[in-house]
């Protein structure tokens, strides 16, 4: 089954306003990665997180990770027409391979 | 530009053929990974190679095999195709032989299988 699972599935918003997307996975983790994909491009890395760490920021995008829940969050503050993509949450656990959630397609309408 | 160059970008081919997709990674990176991406699958990662070997396997069919070469290139053969092979096949590299580390991803290859 998949280690990390997003959700929503989709979700649209207007520009400006604030896109929450949430990630959730199964196993004790090394980091939990974040990756944005435009229509039938290949995948961008967008932030990492430690198991040690709890938050960490980068430019408009926030994420938190709680490994008490097994889920971490992603918030893109002020969101652009640009920012339209699919979102994924990559799990790497201690000696396991890199799992993809199904992603989040996000619409951001001008 | 992640610097991971992926070839053919686009390949059309009939049910039992046989094809090879290319990819040079990021320069300096010895991790090679592979990933088919449908509609219906997601993201499945199919098989790691680093410094020319094998380090992880996945979801990859026998019918599928890769290598790494001394250059650090790896090709992915797909042999005896079948209409549910048709996806975009990923080349990711990256720097470390295990996931501390970020993936660059190339811009994929989406092969048809008709």
């Known amino acids: 089954s998949q280690q990390g699972e997003e959700d929503p599935q989709a979700l649209s918003i207007q520009e400006g306003e604030n896109a929450t997307m949430n990630c959730s996975y199964k196993?004790?983790?090394?980091?939990l990665q974040w990756y944005r994909q435009n229509s039938g491009r290949g995948l961008v890395h967008l932030i990492l997180?430690?198991?040690?760490?709890r938050e960490k920021h980068s430019g408009r995008l926030r994420v938190t990770l709680d490994t008490s829940k097994k889920s971490s969050s992603l918030l893109i503050t002020a969101s652009r027409a640009a920012d339209t993509a699919s979102y994924f949450c990559?799990?790497?656990?201690?000696?396991?391979?890199?799992?993809f959630g199904p992603g989040t397609r996000l619409s951001v309408l001008p | 530009d992640s610097g991971v160059t992926q070839t053919p970008k686009h390949l059309i081919t009939a049910t039992g053929q046989r094809v090879t997709l290319r990819c040079s990674p990021r320069s300096g990176d010895l991790s090679v990974y592979w990933y088919q991406q449908s509609l219906d699958q997601g993201l499945q990662f199919l098989i790691q190679?680093?410094?020319?070997?094998?380090?992880a396997k996945g979801n990859i069919l026998e019918r599928f095999s890769a290598q790494q070469f001394p250059d650090l290139h790896s090709e992915l053969n797909l042999s005896s195709l079948e209409l549910g092979d048709s996806a975009l096949y990923f080349c990711a590299s990256s720097a470390n032989i295990d996931t501390t580390g970020e993936l660059f991803f190339g811009e994929g290859s989406r092969l048809t299988v008709l």
């Open positions: 190679y680093y410094n020319g070997e094998e380090r």
């Open positions: 997180i430690r198991s040690n760490e």
């Open positions: 196993t004790s983790i090394n980091n």
């Open positions: 990559a799990t790497a656990g201690y000696g396991q391979n890199f799992v």
